[in-house]
């Protein structure tokens, strides 16, 4: 069993950058492949980026390409979205997630344990 807890939301105008920061506890993350998702209001969930287990490959949705950026430190068991340039289309609550497959993984179905989500607002 791993746990996610997510940090790092809040409030930013169109334009601007947050950090968000998922920390696992009860197994390592080097074990899983982890991801990021978003759903806004009314929406359904949505992937946004994915890291493998090494950190040494990673995959993004469109809407977020060139952006946003996935990354993790297995040593601190924490992976990060370090999110730029945000619009006000980004507006949704984040969550990571911790997959055990070995392929790249977009859908949300295949990702076994879940944060709680942060939520991200960016104001135009």
């Known amino acids: 069993q791993v746990q996610l807890v997510e940090s790092g939301g809040g409030l930013v105008q169109a334009g601007g950058s947050l950090r968000l920061s998922c920390e696992a506890s009860g197994r390592t993350i080097s074990a899983y492949a982890m991801g990021w998702f978003r759903q806004a209001p009314g929406k359904e969930r949505e992937f946004v980026a994915y890291?493998?287990?090494?950190?040494?490959?990673?995959y993004y949705a469109d809407s977020v390409k060139g952006r946003f950026t996935i990354s993790r430190d297995n040593a601190k068991n924490t992976v990060y979205l370090q999110m730029n340039s945000l619009k006000p289309e980004d507006t949704a609550v984040y969550y990571c997630a911790a997959s055990g497959k070995l392929s790249l993984v977009t859908t949300w179905a295949l990702y076994g344990y879940w944060g709680q989500g942060t939520q991200v607002t960016v104001s135009s």
């Open positions: 890291i493998n287990r090494s950190g040494r490959s990673t």
